[in-house]
């Protein structure tokens, strides 16, 4: 394997993961200084989302990646959407299971993600949390992440990267060994599915019961 390869290989995941974190979190601190008496943090967290998509989309369809010509078929709906299920009965029980952990009262930097998350009201925190973010997540994540990686290496290789990544993107230990385990169940079935609308929808769901239990 020539060592320009592999250079090349980090670029491709290195310079999207950059231009998500970038272009993401400065359209957020933006929007917060100049409508700082308009909306909520985590609505322009979700407008900032928004923003960032066609950036990452754009990246997914340029790439060499895991991608599946046919989204939709008869034979595979219901099995697609059982996974779906399955993957957000997961998500509620490492929700519940982290929450019991010490980690959570002693983490200043979850306290501070968990305020920002239940800042607005509920157009907010479906709009942001259960729309935009998922979406935006997944395409850097799954779709450009462990999609390349997919084809690289092993899927073991690309699931644990993929994850590793999206939990260190959160910035707290909490949130960190949530993502991770939840990443690595959305890296396995988006590599054995190979479609993003599957793991979108289930990480979208999971979300969503959250929200609406704490309303």
């Known amino acids: 394997m020539k060592p320009s390869f592999r250079v090349n290989r980090v670029w ?3 310079y999207p ?3 998500y974190f970038i272009v993401y ?12 008496k308009i909306g909520s943090p985590l609505f322009w967290l979700g407008i900032s989302a928004a923003i960032t998509i066609p950036l990452i ?5 340029k790439l060499p990646t895991i991608k599946c010509e046919k989204r939709f078929q008869r034979e595979t709906i219901f099995k697609e959407l059982a996974l779906v299920a399955l993957i957000v009965a997961i998500g509620i029980g490492l929700n ?5 952990l010490s980690l959570v009262g002693e983490s200043a930097g979850f306290e501070k993600a968990n305020q920002t998350l239940y800042s607005g009201g509920l157009f907010a925190r479906i709009f942001s949390t259960c729309i935009c973010i998922p979406i935006l997540e997944e395409l850097l994540y799954r779709g450009v992440i462990c ?12 699931a644990l990267v993929s994850a590793f990544l999206f939990g260190m993107m959160h910035f707290n230990m909490v949130q960190f060994i949530y993502a991770f385990c939840m990443g690595l169940v959305l890296g396995y079935i988006f ?4 479609k993003l ?7 979208g769901l999971t979300n969503l019961v959250v929200v609406l239990y704490h309303i």
């Open 12 to 14: 491709q995941i290195g």
């Open 17 to 19: 993961l950059a231009v």
């Open 25 to 36: 979190n400065l359209a957020y601190k933006l929007f917060c200084v100049i409508f700082s």
């Open 57 to 61: 989309y754009g990246m997914y369809k």
């Open 96 to 100: 519940v299971c982290i929450t019991q």
């Open 147 to 158: 999609g390349q990686l997919g084809l690289w290496y092993n899927n073991v290789i690309a």
């Open 191 to 194: 590599l054995r599915t190979k």
């Open 197 to 203: 609308w599957v793991v979108m929808l289930a990480h």
